[in-house]
């Protein structure tokens, strides 16, 4: 019987019937049937600790026996308060304040309304329109679709219903560029801002690393040079960390390799370990003060039902335990070590002709290939070597959960490359 599920990202006509999980267990997952494969992506870069943590399991577990769900709307409990203190403490300084909801996407609306309304307060109204970089993706919501790339996104079908706003170029330097081969990128920004900064409000990045708009990979003095002409031309700094927050770029988050605090930023993702759907915008003092007022526009107007939810903020809290006891930071430098050695600096990958780039940081490593035609089949083959891998148009990549053993990794890195190399 055809299941009623309607699948993300999916051609209905041409789709196969989805393979059912039954479990998992640290970075496997277990099929119907008794498959196991070794999960490459962390299911979509969440599952940070992988599947079935006893810790984060029992977490929930505790909660649900003490409080499953109450509004944040006129009430609080210790779970969203113990965890927004937690969150103040570990992001970059003056991040002091900390809105919940329930998903990345809805994070990044959230940050976006709050930018806009903060210059409506401060008597610019005119800052209403936002700066986003090409390759960037925010999230699939309405307002996101609009600040996602709108050439090679996967929004364009929508283009007549968004709103229209403002693109800079992707930054094309790379991770470990000179302040000498960033200062093209920081003028094309500079460009745009000098012309439309008046009706900016703020401008959205992914720092350092653009996830699902093609692994782009960029350079810590780019975040510094954003965050001095968003001073400049009175613009709020947005970082989108949906992705790169809890270690995923080899710091805690990619902000800390900059050094750079940013008027507001998003987590979500591993902000649970992947355990249940939560998200926190935390703004710094001077965004938050701005909120601080007499007429009814001084009220922030936005409440995900879900927001502060009492599950999400306990697994969030003992996801957050585990990163800091378990030295997390450690593990990803290990992974990133077996990366680079098994990828990036295989001669025989980056000769091969289909491949245009091989790339990594942090836990993510990724083999950009000339035509997503490259990839063809590619999911398939990998899951013949036990291995769950799922491609993004022409790019073939990995972000694994933490916990993935060296031996493991080199089983993904082996499937990757023998896509191209040992077929």
């Not at 093209?184 to 959205?204: F, N, T």
């Not at 998200?279 to 009220?299: C, N, P, Q």
């Not at 030295?327 to 430098?333: F, M, S």
Request: include cysteine; aromatic fraction near 8%; glycine fraction near 8%.
């Amino acid at each position: 019987m055809t299941s009623p599920v309607w699948h993300p990202y999916a051609h209905l006509k041409t789709q196969r019937q989805a393979p059912k999980v039954i479990g998992g267990e640290g970075p496997t997952f277990t099929l119907e049937g008794g498959e196991t494969l070794l999960d490459a992506t962390c299911s979509w870069w969440c599952m940070i600790h992988g599947y079935r943590h006893p810790r984060l399991v029992q977490a929930i577990q505790q909660q649900a026996d003490e409080l499953c769900h109450v509004m944040l709307g006129g009430l609080t409990h210790e779970p969203a308060d113990r965890l927004a203190r937690a969150l103040v403490r570990v992001t970059p300084e003056g991040l002091n304040h900390v809105f919940y909801s329930d998903s990345g996407s809805v994070g990044m609306e959230v940050a976006m309304k709050m930018a806009v309304q903060f210059h409506q307060l401060r008597g610019k109204p005119g800052k209403h329109r936002l700066l986003s970089l090409m390759k960037a993706y925010h999230g699939d919501t309405a307002g996101c679709m609009a600040v996602c790339d709108p050439e090679e996104g996967m929004h364009s079908l929508f283009a007549g219903y968004l709103p229209r706003h403002h693109f800079a170029p992707a930054p094309t330097a790379p991770f470990d560029a000179t302040p000498a081969e960033v200062a093209h990128d920081l003028a094309a920004l500079r460009e745009v801002l000098e012309a439309h900064h008046q009706e900016i409000a703020a401008l959205l990045m992914e720092p350092l690393l653009q996830a699902a708009g093609g692994l782009n990979m960029t350079s810590p003095h780019y975040l510094e040079g954003a965050r001095k002409l968003c001073d400049e031309f009175d613009v709020l700094l947005v970082f989108d960390e949906v992705a790169t927050g809890f270690g995923r770029t080899g710091r805690m988050f990619a902000a800390d390799h900059a050094d750079v605090t940013p008027d507001i930023m998003v987590l979500s993702k591993g902000l649970t370990g992947g355990y249940l759907g939560h998200a926190a915008t935390l703004a710094t003092d001077r965004v938050h003060d701005a909120f601080i007022g007499d007429s009814e526009m001084h009220a922030f107007m936005h409440g995900p039902t879900f927001m502060g939810n009492p599950l999400a903020c306990r697994v969030a809290l003992e996801s957050l335990a585990i990163f800091e006891e378990e030295d997390y930071l450690g593990k990803i430098a290990g992974l990133s070590r077996v990366l680079r050695e098994e990828l990036v600096d295989d001669e025989a990958l980056a000769a091969h002709p289909e491949v245009v780039d091989v790339r990594d940081l942090g836990a993510t490593a990724v083999i950009e290939s000339h035509d997503a035609t490259s990839l063809k089949g590619v999911a398939d083959w990998a899951r013949d070597q036990g291995v769950w891998l799922r491609p993004i148009g022409r790019w073939l990549y990995t972000m694994p959960a933490y916990i993935t053993s060296h031996d493991d990794m080199r089983r993904i890195t082996d499937v990757m490359k023998g896509w191209f190399l040992a077929r």
